[in-house]
């Protein structure tokens, strides 16, 4: 700003702009200086607003920029973008006027590859994830009734006093234990690690909150740390993880009991409200008082009952007696009832009992008989006609009858039956088997042309034998 005198020692301001004017030359210069560029970097702190625009920004090793791309353009964008993606975006640089930041307007925007702290993030995940930490089997609900709650995170951070807050308002009776320890930075994951150590420890609290506010993929990076996610995994205490935003996700998220959206939702998850439990505690009272009113009307209407039923002795004995004479009543004459009905029951089966006739029956069992008797004397005579038929046959082919007929059957001293003279020699010893008994004899010289009679006499009578049958020896 320039300053010139006028003469009498007074000085006056020359060119004054307003801070308006300042950054709206600024942004018409960068406009005029500056051609749309590629740039290449990792996305962080990505909002997504209401109108559709997008706010996020482009980082790399050494520098950082805010950027924009309004909703007429990406929607234009071929992906979804997300925290730690590494992109190129075809920029304008540009001067937020409002406020008079530097930023970018991104008028296209393609993949370039995931950033390294998001790689990181899912190795380690992804390791967690196969070795079971993420099992929803061995993941533990927060107690019901709850005395105290521990919480873990920094002493400056605007979540300790939104929990607190949300802790006050829902349950005051709640005692609240605070493990301090920093929730961004280098040293941020060994001190988170030595406060849920402490709390596992000392076993002050029933439940324990690990909270943080929102933040940039390495703001919240503390929270992806494997070794305070082993120590999650491992606190005898159950643990609610309320870290960032609820489109924020960190490992801690995954390997705690409970997932809450932000570090009120923790809270809110830790406690039960008080004015819910009161307005349920009135409730139960109203149930248990009219429980206690219908239990106390049923008793007192079964005394009443009991009181009318309960009558004098005597009386109760007067009409036990009444009682029995009249059973007894009934059962005279039931009796005298059922002999007078079996009475005529009996009479009429007399009455219908007759003498059965037996002359037929018998005339044709004496025919019967006959009948078998003649069936049988003719059964008899066949039997015995077929069996003389059968014995003379049977004679007629016995070697015994044809012996006793003076037949003779002559064996060799080997058994051998002879059946011709030629085959005897002067001097052989041969059996004879006659009718009745045998002999032995030695041969004295076999005659084989002499003529024998040999009429076969088989005993049969003159009227029913066959002719006789003659043998000629040598025909």
């Known amino acids: ?97 409002a406020r008079g930041e530097f930023q970018l307007n991104v008028e296209a925007m393609r993949q370039a590859g995931a950033g390294d702290l998001f790689q990181r993030f899912l190795q380690i995940k992804a390791r967690l994830e196969a070795e079971g930490l993420f099992e929803a ?131 809110v998850n830790a406690v039960p409200d008080r004015m819910e439990q009161l307005v349920g505690l009135a409730r139960d009272r109203h149930r248990m008082m009219q429980a206690w009113r219908r239990l106390s009307d049923q008793r007192e209407q079964r005394l009443d009952t009991a009181t009318r039923l309960l009558r004098p002795p005597s009386l109760q004995w007067a009409q036990r007696q009444t009682r029995l004479e009249q059973l007894a009543q009934r059962l005279s004459t039931a009796g005298v009832r059922s002999t007078d009905l079996r009475r005529a029951r009996l009479m009429k089966l007399a009455s219908a009992l007759r003498t059965p006739e037996l002359a037929a029956p018998r005339s044709r069992l004496e025919g019967a008989a006959r009948a078998l008797t003649a069936a049988a004397r003719v059964t008899a005579e066949t039997s015995a006609q077929r069996l003389l038929h ?29 059946r011709s003279a030629g085959s005897l020699s002067g001097g052989d010893q041969v059996s004879v088997v006659l009718g009745e008994g045998a002999f032995d004899a030695t041969v004295d010289r076999p005659r084989v042309d002499a003529n024998i009679d040999t009429t076969i006499d088989i005993g049969v009578k003159p009227d029913d034998a066959p002719a006789p049958l003659k043998r000629r020896r040598g025909r």
């Open 1 to 97: 700003m320039a300053v010139s005198s006028d003469g009498q020692g007074r000085g006056a301001q020359v060119g004054v702009v307003t801070v308006t004017e300042l950054n709206r030359a600024v942004a018409a210069l960068l406009d005029r200086s500056f051609s749309p560029v590629w740039v290449s970097g990792e996305i962080s702190n990505l909002t997504r607003a209401a109108s559709g625009h997008w706010y996020f920004t482009l980082k790399d090793a050494q520098a950082s920029v805010r950027a924009v791309m309004f909703r007429g353009r990406n929607q234009l964008v071929a992906f979804n973008p997300a925290n730690g993606d590494r992109v190129e975006a075809r920029a304008q640089a540009g001067l937020y006027e």
């Open 137 to 267: 089997t061995r993941k533990r609900a927060p107690p019901v009734h709850v005395r105290t709650v521990g919480i873990v995170t920094s002493l400056q951070a605007a979540a300790l006093r939104d929990v607190l807050t949300t802790l006050a308002r829902r349950a005051p009776q709640v005692g609240v234990i605070i493990y301090p320890a920093s929730v961004q930075g280098a040293q941020a994951p060994a001190e988170l690690i030595r406060a849920m150590l402490a709390a596992g420890s000392r076993a002050e609290c029933e439940v324990l909150l690990l909270v943080r506010g929102g933040g940039s993929i390495e703001d919240l990076w503390a929270f992806n740390d494997e070794r305070l996610a082993r120590v999650i995994a491992a606190s005898p205490i159950p643990v609610i993880s309320g870290v960032g935003h609820e489109t924020d996700f960190t490992i801690a998220d995954f390997v705690a009991d409970v997932r809450a959206p932000t570090p009120t939702a923790a809270a």
């Open 390 to 418: 059968a014995g003379a046959a049977l004679e007629l082919v016995s070697p015994r009858g044809v012996l006793e007929r003076g037949y003779a059957i002559v064996t060799l001293a080997d058994g051998q039956i002879v």
